[in-house]
C-alpha cells in the first residue's frame, strides 16, 4: 500500500490553492512523513501559510523560498527529497497575453529546471500539474503548459543511474481556487451587485480541490512514467455559475478576454490513438515509453477509447446544475453562502 512514512517531497508553489490543500492532505493522512518542503518565491504567502501550518505543530513542514527561474536553487531545495509535485506556475491567460516573455520563463524554463534538477539530485517521482488549457491551446499560457507537458513526459525517455518516473496531471476550473470565476463572482455581487459575462454560451469543466488532490495522489502512487491524467469531472455553464450565486445581480455581457475559449477540452480526438479509459480517470500514454501497453492495460484493466473520442466542456456526459453548484460553493468556497 502507498504510503510517505519516512519519504520527503517538495511542492513548488506549494503556497498556491492546491499547494495549500495537497499540504493539508498530506500531513492529516500521512503524519509520518519525513519531511514537506514548500517550495515558492512569494515569502509573504509563505509566512501567511506558516501561520495554518506551523513548525511547532507540524515539525515536518519546511519552508524554501525560491524561483522555478533558478536551477541552482531548486537543485539545492530537491537534496534529500523522494518525490516532487510541479504546481508553480503563471496561470493568468490574459496577464500572459501581456507578458509573453514572464509566462515562457516561468512555464517552460521552469519545467526545464525542474526535470534537470530531478536527475543532478535522488528524486524518485515527478508529477506536474497541467490544465485544460493546454489541450489544443489557443493562448500563450495553454501553449507554455503544453509545452510543460511535453518536456515532463520527454523526460522519461532519459535514462539515469536510477530512472525517475515523471507524469502529468490534466485537469479544469478548481472550485475556489486563486482568480478562478466563483470568488471573482462573490465578490463582485458584494461590491456591485453585478456579475459580468464573457459569453452566455461559455462552459468550463469543474473539479473541487480535494478532486485535484485525490488526482495527484492517485499519479503519484500509479504512473508507470509518461501517462497524462484527465478526470471525468462535470462541466458547468458560465450563466449557471452566475444565476446560483447572483440571481437578482445585473449581468451585462463584456466579451471573450484575449486568449479565452467558449469551451474548454481535455482530450482532442488526435489524443484518441493514445488514450485509454482507467475508470475514474482517462490517460494520455506516451507515444514512446519504456515498458509494454499490454502490460499497462492488463495491470490497470484499462480499455482503448474509440477512434475520433474528445472530451470537451461543451459536449460533456455530466453537468452541474444551479442547486448543484449553489451546495458545492457552500461546501467548498463559502460556508456562509445562503443556498
Known amino acids: 500500500m502507498f504510503n510517505l ?17 495537497l499540504t493539508k492532505h498530506i500531513l492529516n493522512k500521512y503524519p509520518e512523513v519525513k519531511r514537506l518542503v514548500i517550495y515558492s518565491r512569494d515569502e509573504q504567502k509563505q509566512f501567511q501559510m506558516a501561520q495554518e501550518f506551523s513548525n511547532s505543530e507540524f515539525p515536518q513542514i519546511r ?33 500572459a497575453e501581456y507578458n509573453p516573455d514572464e509566462c515562457i520563463k516561468t512555464n517552460i524554463g521552469g519545467a526545464e529546471n525542474v526535470v534537470d534538477a530531478c536527475f543532478k539530485t535522488k528524486v524518485e517521482r515527478v508529477v506536474a500539474l497541467s490544465t485544460d488549457k493546454a489541450c489544443a ?10 509545452t510543460s507537458d511535453k518536456l515532463f513526459i520527454a523526460a522519461n525517455n532519459i535514462k539515469g543511474d536510477k530512472p525517475i518516473k ?24 458584494n461590491d456591485e451587485n453585478e456579475l459580468p459575462i464573457t459569453d452566455p454560451n461559455m462552459t468550463r469543466f469543474n473539479i473541487s480541490l480535494q478532486g485535484g488532490v485525490d488526482m495527484v495522489m492517485h499519479a503519484l502512487e500509479h504512473a508507470w512514467g509518461g501517462e497524462l491524467f484527465v478526470p471525468k469531472i462535470p462541466s458547468y455553464k458560465i450563466m449557471d455559475v452566475a444565476e446560483a450565486i447572483g440571481p437578482d445581480c445585473k449581468k451585462p455581457i463584456v466579451g471573450i478576454r484575449p486568449g479565452e ?12 490513438f493514445y488514450t485509454y479509459d482507467l475508470g475514474k480517470y482517462y490517460t494520455i500514454l506516451p507515444a514512446t515509453h519504456q515498458w509494454k501497453t499490454e502490460d499497462f492495460v492488463k495491470a490497470f484493466d484499462a480499455k482503448k477509447v474509440e477512434q475520433s473520442f474528445s472530451y470537451n466542456s461543451g459536449d460533456n456526459e455530466e453537468w452541474e446544475t444551479v442547486e448543484s453548484l449553489r451546495n ?12
Open 5 to 21: 512514512t519516512n519519504k520527503s517531497i517538495l511542492i513548488t508553489g506549494g503556497t498556491g490553492s492546491l499547494g495549500k490543500a
Open 63 to 95: 519552508y524554501f523560498i525560491g524561483d522555478v527561474r533558478d536551477k541552482e536553487r531548486l537543485i539545492r531545495a530537491f537534496q534529500g527529497v523522494d518525490y516532487v509535485i510541479h504546481a508553480a506556475a503563471m496561470k493568468h491567460v490574459h496577464i
Open 137 to 146: 491551446p489557443i493562448n500563450l499560457y495553454g501553449a507554455t503548459k503544453l
Open 166 to 189: 515523471f507524469s502529468v496531471v490534466r485537469y479544469g476550473n478548481v472550485m475556489g481556487s486563486n482568480g478562478s470565476v466563483i470568488p471573482f463572482f462573490l465578490k463582485k455581487k
Open 261 to 272: 475559449k467558449v469551451h474548454e477540452e481535455m482530450i482532442t480526438s488526435s489524443d484518441s
Open 328 to 339: 458545492l460553493i457552500k461546501e467548498h468556497v463559502d460556508p456562509t453562502f445562503e443556498v
